[in-house]
């Protein structure tokens, strides 16, 4: 297997990272003011350590927990509502916590939070596991968001006028802010990671995260009253619901993972057979999802389009014998034959009672982009043009191989969708094949 070259590698780091490294530059400087402010508090009494030490071992424990959400997303939940909850504490069981005023006791709860983070990625990190530096950035600034704007001005107010609507009323709009902080930065990185729109990438960002979301936010809002009234051992007895609702979260994420494991497997029984060119399956599955972003997809889609371009050549397995001559390259065949082999798929996906709007997908591959009412789905037009570049390129990283697959579906309008052509265009001179 040929080797990327070196500048390409350059050249695509500097593209990926560049969002990433504005963050850990911003994090980074709010971290070093604060730890200086904390150094001198600390030196002058000004920190209560009981407090310090207790929402610390809070937002600590939450980073260990932390929790794999679908599409390869990181999220620390507890954590953030530790960091949250103490941006915004007014009392410990009836005494005011008066020295987190002003923009310094802001720097403060960054130095706490930050502080806890480190502790709580240290196992991971002893395990080899990644250190998740991003996302503690991420959240580290959405705690610094609703830190800078509740203690110079909310805390005055809600100390001289203390009522517990007028609480709520500040401390609602603060915490959504500080979610959403978290949830448009994590969305704008990975719209630089995976290539995809702004626009589309926070939607989908928001879409994944908005159950998630008002868990914290009504934790959020638990933890601060509660810590008034049952001060700090109020931490521990309120554990317990986060980890139910972590534990059901998890297991959300578990059953997508197995749902696109289990696809995974049922499209290399066409390599193993030998009715397809190995690594095929694969490869059409990336370059259709690589497609779908261009084209402005939500995540939701793109996921369906990733099944069923992993899929989408399981019909074959009803041939006596493969496709001869393209080791599986159905665009060798009769639009009669891939309507039956397309038909023959879905009928075998169906089978599975939960993967239906996949078996649509595959059903209509074989369908003209025109003349045929109605007209095939999106996603479907997308795989057939995936599976046609990678019958006629297959893994070659030849320029000349590719530019001639392109030019003869641009010919065939009839059969390829215009746009999904553009785009396919743009994603494969955009990107070398081994990035696919």
């Not at 809002?221 to 009234?229: K, L, N, Q, S």
């Not at 001559?325 to 397309?342: F, H, K, N, P």
């Not at 595959?362 to 003209?368: A, E, M």
């Amino acid at each position: 297997m040929t080797s990327p070259p070196t500048t390409d590698r350059w050249a695509s780091w500097q593209a990926l990272d560049s969002g990433r490294l504005l963050l850990m530059s911003t994090a980074a400087m709010l971290v070093l003011a604060a730890l200086a402010t904390a150094t001198i508090s600390v030196r002058m009494s000004h920190v209560p350590m009981d407090v310090a030490l207790s929402f610390g071992g809070f937002i600590a424990f939450g980073e260990l927990l932390r929790l794999a959400l679908p599409g390869g997303r990181e999220a620390a939940p507890i954590a953030l509502v530790g960091g949250m909850s103490y941006a915004m504490l007014l009392k410990v069981h009836g005494i005011p916590h008066n020295n987190l005023q002003g923009e310094f006791g802001a720097l403060l709860v960054i130095a706490v939070a930050a502080i806890g983070m480190l502790v709580g990625a240290l196992p991971h990190i002893a395990a080899g596991r990644p250190a998740g530096l991003t996302g503690m950035c991420t959240r580290l600034v959405a705690i610094a968001c609703v830190a800078f704007i509740f203690r110079p001005a909310g805390y005055n107010l809600l100390t001289h006028h203390m009522s517990w609507g007028l609480a709520l009323a500040v401390m609602m709009p603060l915490v959504l802010l500080g979610w959403l902080a978290d949830t448009v930065i994590g969305g704008l990185i990975r719209a630089d990671d995976v290539g995809a729109r702004f626009r589309v990438a926070i939607i989908d960002e928001i879409r994944v995260q908005w159950a998630l979301g008002a868990a914290v936010c009504a934790s959020v809002i638990i933890t601060v009253i509660g810590a008034e009234v049952m001060g700090l051992a109020e931490l521990a007895v309120f554990l317990g619901p986060l980890l139910v609702t972590q534990v059901a979260f998890r297991r959300y994420a578990g059953i997508r993972a197995t749902y696109l494991q289990t696809v995974r497997s049922l499209a290399r029984v066409t390599e193993v057979a030998g009715y397809v060119e190995a690594g095929h399956s694969r490869r059409v599955s990336r370059l259709a999802v690589a497609v779908g972003r261009e084209l402005g997809m939500p995540e939701q889609d793109l996921l369906q389009v990733e099944y069923a371009a992993l899929m989408h050549d399981i019909g074959q397995l009803s041939l006596r014998d493969p496709i001869p001559g393209g080791a599986g390259a159905t665009v060798l065949v009769s639009e009669a034959d891939q309507e039956r082999i397309a038909e023959l798929g879905a009928d075998v996906i169906r089978q599975a009672g939960v993967l239906e709007e996949v078996a649509e997908l595959v059903r209509c591959q074989s369908w003209p982009a025109r003349g045929r009412e109605p007209a095939a789905p999106l996603g479907s037009m997308i795989i057939r043009a995936a599976n046609t570049f990678d019958d006629l390129v297959g893994a070659s990283t030849d320029r000349e191989r590719s530019a001639s697959a392109l030019d003869r579906m641009r010919q065939d309008p009839g059969r390829y969708n215009s746009r999904v052509v553009a785009a396919l265009t743009e994603v494969a001179g955009r990107r070398p094949a081994w990035r696919l």
